[in-house]
Structures are given as C-alpha cells and as structure tokens.
DNA sequence: AATGCGGGGAG
DNA sequence: CTCCCAGCATT
C-alpha cells in the first residue's frame, strides 16, 4: 500500500513520543465522553491540576446522560477549587445537547463536536482525533510554542491571524496514518521537552529547528499582550441566626458564576445593629486578572430579631453550604478561621 | 480585535 | 515577581 511521505518532524516527535509519553488515564480510552471531559478539564490547566477532578467527576458521572440529569450545584461543588466555573456550566448543557439533539450518542464528527457549548476548534480537534481518529491538526499552547520555535514562526500568537496560520501548518504536518499519535506526540512534546525554558541540548529536533540553529530559541512563540491585574476588595459578613447562614448563589456573567458566598459588603451604607466580631482575612488572592484583598467579620443575630432578607440571599444550614461549590478565596477565608463554630461546619472535606 | 474568566506551578 | 497551562465565550 502507498503511504505518504512523513515530514521528518512529524516523524521525529512521534518516535520521541513511543518513548517519552506518560501514561495518563484518558489515554487508556476511546470514549469520547471520557475524552471530552478530559479536554474540558485540561483546558488551560496543567495535567497535575486536572488528574484528581477527572478521576473524581468520571466516578460521580459515568455516563453522558449522568451528567445531563446531575443537579448543576452538583457538579460546581466537583468542580470547585478548579477554576473557569463556566467550563462545568457548558459541560452540563452540551451533555443535554447530546442527549436531546443526539439521541445520547456523542457526536463523531469535527464539525458537530464544534457545536456543543464550550468545545472550540482545539477541543473538538481533539475529540475528533482522540477518539475518532479524524485527521485534524490540535492547536494549543504547545503547539505554538513547538512550530513557532522548530519553524522560526514569528506570528504574534496572540493576533487573530495566528491560530489560521499555525492550523495550517499543523495540518499539513499532521500524517493520515496516525493523527491521534501525532496530535498527542506534538502536545506532550511541548509539555515535556520543548517547554517554555527548554533543554535544547537534549532534543530530538535540534538538529534542524530553524530558532535553535540561530540560537534564537528565547525569542519564540512571539507573544504580544499581556493581561493586566486590577486589584480588587471584597468585604464579607459571615451572618448567622438559629444556627443557619445568609448566603446568596452568584448571577451574572463576572467572576464565580454559580458559586456560592457569604453577605457580601457591597458599599459603607450596609450595617447591622449589632456587633461585628472581626476575622482573619484570608491571605491576598491572586488570579490571572485579578488581585483581590478581602477583609471579613462574624455577626450573630438574636434568635427574635427580624432581619430583612436582603434580595438574592437565603438561609442556609451549614452542611447545605458545605454542599455548594465556592470560591478558594472563600475556602481560604472559612480554614483560616475555624475557632469561629460554625465554619468548622463548613469546612470542606475536599476542595 | 479585546477582554473576562481561576487557580496553581515553574523558574 | 513573571509566565503560562490540552481555550472559549462574549462584546
């Protein structure tokens, strides 16, 4: 049988690959659903941050339609302490997706895969490959880092004409014969060997990589923009009575959608008449674009008094709080402060 | 074309 | 400290 010729990059991560891969748990399977949440996961977190949420939400979700039937505070509280909350909200609705438009039979194609919600053309790039086999070139981090680099591509990755240019070179590279052992080869070559400091002098392809010959190396992936950090405070009032806290679910579209949290000061004219018992803030919580100082007080509200339920807020025992996802910001401020009773209640037995 | 979205690990 | 991680949705 004719087999097109390999590109000898293509060749050269592949046989780096058959010795160097690790063995992780999504790579023991075809199931597409196990590899689409292994992809959601690892979306922009690192393989040792996501290892414990995938095995913990394949457990709790087996199946596709276990997931679409799950109540969404479920899967937040799983989720928690992993970040882009909005990952699990689209998890959730492309499982009813599939279930409703699909017949509960996960989508093998490219294109339809690119329609469930929070699946871009990286995800169902890989999707389509991992569990299909569908020759499509994944472009992520990696991926820039290893072609800008082996090829001295010098396209801003973070301009929009980027991702067109370096699927079209990834796609040329990518071999009909293999395009899942060439999609996870180029990834774990990244991660592994071509890293952001890399050991040039142990790869593989220094031989010919155009930036490693002109000692260049540094200077790719040429990367423009970077975000910027507002600081922000977040006030908090830990407020109880009976035995029970006033806590309120996070709307809109900001930060910790679907999380919950305590009373939240949103300006000076909020008070209580009664004492505030201050706490420990918890330690400066740093995010990619946010640098947030809290500050927090304990109230305790006399049995008889009526307090006005301000809007969104509701009473909630601990153990029911305890069930909510939250913030690590606020996980961090209920550790941090576990003399005060009733956040021994809610102190988490995972994050 | 820009911006928002979380959290953590590496150097 | 800075960078960036198996990115995507929204504006």
Request: net charge neutral.
């Amino acid at each position: 049988m004719q087999k097109s010729p390999l590109h000898p990059f293509s060749a050269t991560i592949m046989a780096w690959y058959a010795e160097h891969q690790r063995e992780l748990p999504w790579r023991q399977t075809r199931d597409p659903y196990a590899i689409w949440l292994s992809e959601i996961i690892l979306q922009q977190t690192r393989v040792a941050q996501g290892l414990p949420y995938y095995e913990r939400l394949l457990a709790a979700f087996p199946t596709v339609r276990d997931l679409a039937e799950a109540p969404e505070a479920n899967l937040l509280r799983l989720w928690q302490g992993l970040g882009y909350y909005s990952r699990a909200r689209n998890l959730q609705k492309a499982a009813q997706m599939i279930m409703r438009d699909f017949a509960g039979v996960f989508p093998q194609t490219y294109d339809e895969i690119i329609r469930l919600p929070g699946v871009g053309p990286y995800t169902a790039a890989a999707i389509a490959s991992f569990a299909f086999n569908e020759a499509k070139a994944v472009v992520d981090g990696n991926v820039f880092r290893v072609l800008s680099r082996v090829f001295a591509v010098e396209t801003d990755i973070a301009s929009s004409a980027a991702r067109g240019i370096f699927t079209e070179l990834a796609q040329s590279l990518i071999p009909a014969s293999d395009p899942a052992g060439f999609n996870q080869a180029i990834m774990e070559f990244g991660a592994l060997q071509c890293t952001p400091s890399p050991d040039c002098s142990v790869c593989p392809l220094a031989i010919f990589c155009q930036s490693n010959l002109t000692k260049t190396v540094a200077n790719f992936p040429v990367k423009s923009k970077k975000t910027q950090v507002k600081a922000i405070q977040m006030d908090y009032l830990i407020i109880e009575q009976k035995g029970h806290l006033l806590v309120r679910e996070r709307v809109g579209n900001g930060i910790w959608k679907g999380l919950w949290e305590f009373y939240l000061l949103e300006d000076q004219a909020d008070w209580l008449p009664f004492s505030r018992q201050a706490l420990k803030s918890p330690p400066v919580h740093l995010l990619s674009h946010r640098k947030i100082t809290c500050d927090a007080w304990y109230v305790q509200v006399p049995d008889n008094f009526a307090l006005a339920i301000p809007e969104g807020y509701v009473w909630m025992s601990p153990s029911d709080f305890e069930s909510k996802g939250k913030s690590v910001l606020l996980l961090n401020l209920i550790t941090d402060n576990l003399e005060c009773p009733i956040l021994q209640d809610i102190s988490p037995t995972y994050l």
